[in-house]
């Protein structure tokens, strides 16, 4: 069993950055390929990134590449999600999951059916 707690959302204006944080329980993160995605009002579970279980392979959707880095401490059990160039759009709840033993590329991983345990989410509100 795996248990996934998000942190470090909140209110940032338009053009700023927020860093949000994932501590996940248990043996297999390392092994577990990690994803951030987001809910927006009114819209489907929309995927942003995924990182592979050694940190080494990184994929992301085309609305976020450039402007947002995932990256993992495996020692920490913890999975970040770095955001700049915060725009009104990001507005969402952020959601980490993770896809134990996982064996597929990175790439696999861009739909939320691939992933076996979920937070419960941190909002994020940008201000125009």
């Known amino acids: 069993q795996v248990q996934l707690v998000e942190s470090g959302g909140g209110l940032v204006q338009a053009g700023g950055s927020l860093r949000l944080s994932c501590a996940a329980s248990?043996?297999?993160?390392?092994?577990?390929?990690m994803g951030w995605f987001r809910q927006g009002p009114g819209k489907e579970r929309e995927f942003l990134t995924a990182?592979?279980?050694?940190?080494?392979?990184?994929y992301y959707a085309d609305s976020v590449r450039g402007r947002f880095t995932i990256s993992r401490d495996n020692a920490k059990n913890t999975v970040y999600l770095q955001m700049n160039n915060l725009k009104p759009d990001d507005t969402a709840v952020y959601y980490c999951?993770?896809?134990?033993?996982?064996?597929?590329?990175?790439?696999?991983?861009?739909?939320?059916?691939?992933?076996?345990?979920w937070g419960q989410g941190t909002q994020v509100t940008v201000s125009s």
């Open positions: 999951a993770a896809a134990a033993m996982a064996f597929y590329s990175v790439t696999y991983y861009d739909r939320a059916g691939s992933y076996n345990y």
């Open positions: 990182i592979s279980g050694s940190g080494h392979n990184t």
């Open positions: 248990g043996r297999t993160f390392s092994s577990s390929v």
